[in-house]
T-cell receptor, first 113, second 113 residues
């Protein structure tokens, strides 16, 4: 596809369960970012991957959150032992090599019951 | 710490009227500056960006923004608003070289017929 895709588009889970959110960036985008959008906190940076460098995890809110990026392409954000405050829309964005514009996916809406 | 302030949480304008959305940032140097728009249920779409050079930048959908260093502002304008412009607008800065976006809280634009 031409754009960034994220799956699932919606995820409802029970408190305490683990969830995995997937991001497929545009081919060739070397940098990838995850953000969280929630009513109380607005849009917050979570984690950033750039090429083969170690990811910048400075925005992850707790050690229950982790992310990986395989083969410099697809990325998975994992939330372990979900809590109700994890309910939010999780957005990923890619950036082309030597670019600065972030291309966002449609997001995954996570609801923790 | 870097921050972005969008003073207006909600703005209502009549269709055909002019629009200005305010954005102020806090950062020691000139960051990269962005305006994004988010329609209901959609991801973020870039309207325009400023990196350097001419302080008046043109974007998509007839939007423009002016960078004023002395006021640490990057206000978004449109001379004539259309009903389809109703959405949430986010100002963002990317300080330094990481590209991590720091977002304002957003301004919701309502357009009256």
């Amino acid at each position: 596809g031409a754009g960034v895709s994220q799956s699932p588009s919606n995820k409802v889970t029970e408190k305490g369960k683990d969830v995995e959110l997937r991001c497929d960036p545009i081919s060739g985008h070397t940098a990838l970012y995850w953000y969280r959008q929630s009513l109380g906190q607005g849009l917050e940076f979570l984690i950033y991957f750039q090429g083969n460098s170690a990811p910048d995890k400075s925005g992850l809110p707790s050690d229950r959150f982790s992310a990986e990026r395989t083969g410099g392409s697809v990325s998975t954000l994992t939330i372990q032992r979900t809590q109700q405050e994890d309910s939010a829309v999780y957005l990923c964005a890619g950036v082309p090599d030597r670019g600065h514009e972030q291309f966002f996916g449609p997001g995954t809406r996570l609801t923790v019951l | 710490a870097q921050s972005v302030t969008q003073p207006d949480i909600h703005i209502t304008v009549s269709e055909g009227a002019s629009l200005e959305l305010r954005c102020n940032y806090s950062y020691g140097a000139t960051p990269y500056l962005f305006w994004y728009v988010q329609s209901p249920g959609q991801g973020l779409q870039l309207l325009l960006k400023y990196f350097s050079g001419d302080t008046l930048v043109q974007g998509i959908k007839g939007f423009e923004a002016e960078f004023k260093r002395s006021q640490s502002s990057f206000n978004l304008r449109k001379p004539s608003v259309h009903w389809s412009d109703a959405a949430e607008y986010f100002c963002a800065v990317a300080p330094g070289n990481t590209g991590k976006l720091i977002f304002g809280q957003g301004t919701t634009l309502q357009v009256k017929p």
